[in-house]
């Protein structure tokens, strides 16, 4: 029987140790372009249906050109394309994500990693009252400016809301990272989430809402890069 020095052995571990996941989208040298008819095609960047296409890019608005979501029209127009999560031009990643059933969103993916993240735009249409009180409330409601929240893709393929309260979850294994987190953030955060029993609280202004965007995102990437080596 052939035994391995035990120095040779520890570069061996040390090696596969550091070693990344490179079957993993995010560990890839390159996107694939196609379409991806699930999570798993999309988490290996493997898309099933390559039928060629082009983006069409949605921008924020038009004092600013940040693409932030997008759909497709197939290169070859007789041809069909049913039951799609995602796509991938090659350069960016786009996926299906409506909080109903009956619209179609595709947004554009912000950071790829075990914890992919996307930005969408939420804007709420009321219909109260009768025919012409509908009418009215859905006009004020529809001048009312539309609002931009984040989600995140979990590692196991589910859309969860992406905010102070998730990320502390997500950092509640690493408490270095959670210290610094809540550092940041613990400022007029409710604990309840329903704004009703939260009265007492200050709303946050929109500075303080940036600042606190940004400090989600900081450590959400901070934490993929650790898990991107697991």
């Known amino acids: 029987m052939k035994f391995i020095s035990l120095p040779i052995a520890i570069c061996l571990w040390l090696s596969s140790y550091g070693q990344t996941n490179a079957t993993k989208i995010y560990n890839a040298s390159h996107l694939k372009k196609g379409f991806y008819r699930n999570y798993e095609e999309f988490i290996n960047n493997n898309p099933s249906d390559t039928t060629d296409f082009i983006v069409n890019p949605f921008v924020k608005s038009k004092t600013d050109s940040t693409?932030?979501?997008?759909?497709?029209?197939?290169?070859?127009?007789t041809k069909k394309i049913h039951h799609v999560w995602g796509f991938c031009d090659g350069t960016d990643v786009f996926v299906n994500y409506s909080e109903s059933p009956f619209v179609k969103h595709f947004w554009k993916l912000l950071g790829l990693g075990p914890n992919a993240f996307f930005e969408i735009k939420q804007k709420e249409i009321f219909f109260i009252g009768g025919p012409l009180m509908k009418l009215a409330t859905a006009?004020?409601?529809?001048?009312?400016?539309?609002?931009?929240?984040?989600?995140?893709?979990?590692?196991?393929?589910?859309?969860?809301?992406?905010d102070v309260l998730e990320m502390r979850d997500l950092l509640d294994g690493y408490p270095?990272?959670?210290?610094?987190?809540?550092?940041?953030?613990?400022?007029?955060?409710p604990l309840d989430p329903d704004p009703r029993r939260n009265k007492n609280i200050t709303p946050?202004?929109?500075?303080?809402?940036?600042?606190?965007?940004?400090?989600?995102?900081?450590?959400?990437?901070?934490?993929?890069?650790?898990?991107?080596?697991?």
């Open 139 to 162: 006009a004020i409601s529809a001048a009312i400016p539309a609002q931009f929240e984040f989600r995140r893709i979990n590692t196991n393929g589910k859309f969860r809301p992406l």
């Open 204 to 230: 946050l202004t929109d500075a303080e809402i940036k600042k606190q965007d940004e400090a989600v995102i900081e450590y959400l990437n901070k934490l993929n890069d650790i898990l991107r080596k697991k």
């Open 67 to 77: 693409v932030f979501g997008g759909d497709y029209t197939l290169v070859d127009s």
């Open 176 to 189: 270095s990272l959670l210290k610094e987190f809540r550092a940041k953030t613990d400022s007029k955060v």
